[in-house]
């Protein structure tokens, strides 16, 4: 039961879900078996599963059914049906999460019914929940699509004269289409950036033309999809992105976490394009979308901060010298990290920190004694440290340091993959820096020119620094 599926997903159960899982259960509405409720019981008590031996399907079965002789089939029927009953519950909780979705089903069956007195009372209170609400997002756009929808139905079984509702539920049918087109178009062109990956977009041409020629003033979710898609396709143009910029600051509040959170990246990636081109405006840029999205809590996903969202506000923040602000928030933000990785990813974003203010004293004591488990992490510490040997003269310490960092990414080699020779020429540059003598400009230069011809190398900016 250990590697079962049915754990893998009672794991990802809160306190809160567990407790109203327990009432479900326990009602006969929804289940009547009562090996589920004594499996979901055993489970309940055994969080979080520190003992494997206590999991074994044998120990298990021993402990529900104490009396019985172990039977593959009987603790494999209370697995199957525990777990069907707990899929069942986590979508009633997805289901009714969203008020709209119940009370547009409610609406929809009322008029089904014949009850309309009673639909036109709850149509009218699904209409004003849905004003009411914050959302202007696509979604949006499809529950009033559906309200209307409802409405010409409702409308057509008492007289086809009156067509009640019915352009409304084709507009917003539209609207819907149209941001949802507009967003799944974004996310193909990141896809086609990254991955290479080919998609056929004939039908989002025709979306453009019609944002183009169309009023969309009315709707948030199609102007900040339509911007997105524009800071994307017309990269060479800044006005895109700023208008962009001016949008998610207008419409915040319209868009759920997860939403936003995906346009706040949308333009972080413009911003580092940009940035990585040296445009240095960008850089200010960069910080304060990430300062606006940590405001905002955009970048927490169940309690959880990234740990590459976490080093990547560090280093915006570095890049301008915002030592206080960084230091802050490096310690801040430790506990949102996740468990496995808060350690490494506090220690080596203070290094960091301490390196550039510069304070190599205390960057080198966080490196030497923190014990970082993440391979990539390591090998940062290593880097750093063979910058701060190498900028404080201490050649011995560095001669060896080479030595033991070379036979480190021999051991990892397979690990590493195509990263292994960006830092094999790493240190094959600082070898060669050390063998040049100081009053050789003419080999500094030439190695200087290696140096920046050379792809694949880590680091190539402080390596061209420490030669110019």
């Known amino acids: 039961m250990q590697k079962s599926r049915l754990l893998e997903l009672f794991k990802t159960l809160d306190k809160t879900e567990v407790k109203k899982l327990r009432k479900w259960v326990r009602s006969p509405f929804f289940n009547q078996r009562e090996d589920v409720v004594l499996l979901f019981d055993y489970l309940d008590k055994n969080r979080p599963f520190e003992k494997p031996e206590k999991l074994s399907r044998e120990y298990v079965f021993s402990k529900i059914f104490p009396k019985e002789t172990y039977d593959e089939k009987k603790i494999g029927y209370a697995q199957s049906f525990l777990m069907t009953e707990i899929k069942k519950f986590i979508t009633y909780q997805e289901f009714s999460a969203d008020e709209m979705r119940p009370q547009i089903y409610m609406t929809r069956n009322l008029r089904k019914r014949g009850l309309n007195r009673h639909f036109e009372s709850e149509w009218k209170a699904a209409n004003e929940l849905l004003e009411k609400q914050p959302l202007r997002n696509a979604d949006f756009h ?60 004939e039908f989002l041409k025709k979306v453009l033309t019609h944002v183009t020629e169309k009023d969309i003033s009315d709707s948030p979710a199609i102007q900040i999809y339509y911007q997105v898609y524009k800071t994307i396709t017309e990269k060479d143009k800044t006005e895109p992105y700023f208008k962009l910029k001016h949008l998610l600051f207008q419409f915040h509040s319209f868009f759920t976490k997860t939403e936003l959170k995906d346009l706040y990246v949308f333009a972080i990636n413009y911003c580092i394009k940009k940035h990585n081109a040296e445009i240095s405006e960008f850089k200010t840029e960069l910080f304060e979308l990430y300062k606006t999205g940590l405001e ?52 080596i974003c203070l290094a960091i920190m301490y390196y550039q203010i510069p304070d190599y004293k205390k960057a080198m004591a966080l490196l030497q004694k923190a014990e970082f488990d993440d391979l990539f992490i390591r090998i940062t510490a290593r880097k750093m440290l063979l910058k701060i040997y190498y900028e404080l003269k201490e050649l011995d310490a560095l001669e060896s340091f080479l030595d033991s960092f070379h036979r480190y990414l021999t051991r990892h080699n397979k690990d590493l993959g195509y990263h292994q020779p960006l830092y094999v020429n790493f240190i094959k540059f600082i070898r060669k820096m050390l063998s040049i003598p100081s009053y050789d400009k003419l080999a500094r230069l030439n190695l200087k020119k290696e140096v920046e011809q050379t792809n694949d190398v880590t680091e190539k900016h402080w390596l061209i620094a420490q030669l110019s």
Do not use: M
């Open 142 to 201: 499809f529950y009033n699509f559906q309200l209307q929808n409802e409405q010409h139905e409702y409308a057509n079984s008492l007289s086809r004269k009156e067509p009640k509702g019915l352009q409304e539920a084709s507009d917003e049918l539209t609207n819907y289409f149209v941001a949802q087109k507009l967003k799944l178009g974004c996310d193909q062109l990141n896809a086609q950036n990254l991955i290479n990956a080919k998609y056929q977009q």
């Open 296 to 347: 905002l809590d955009v970048f927490i996903n169940n309690g959880i901060l990234s740990r590459f969202t976490y080093k990547n506000v560090v280093a915006a923040g570095i890049n301008l010298k915002q030592f206080q602000w960084v230091e802050n928030f490096i310690h801040e933000n430790k506990n949102k990290l996740d468990l496995k990785w808060r350690e490494d990813f506090f220690n």
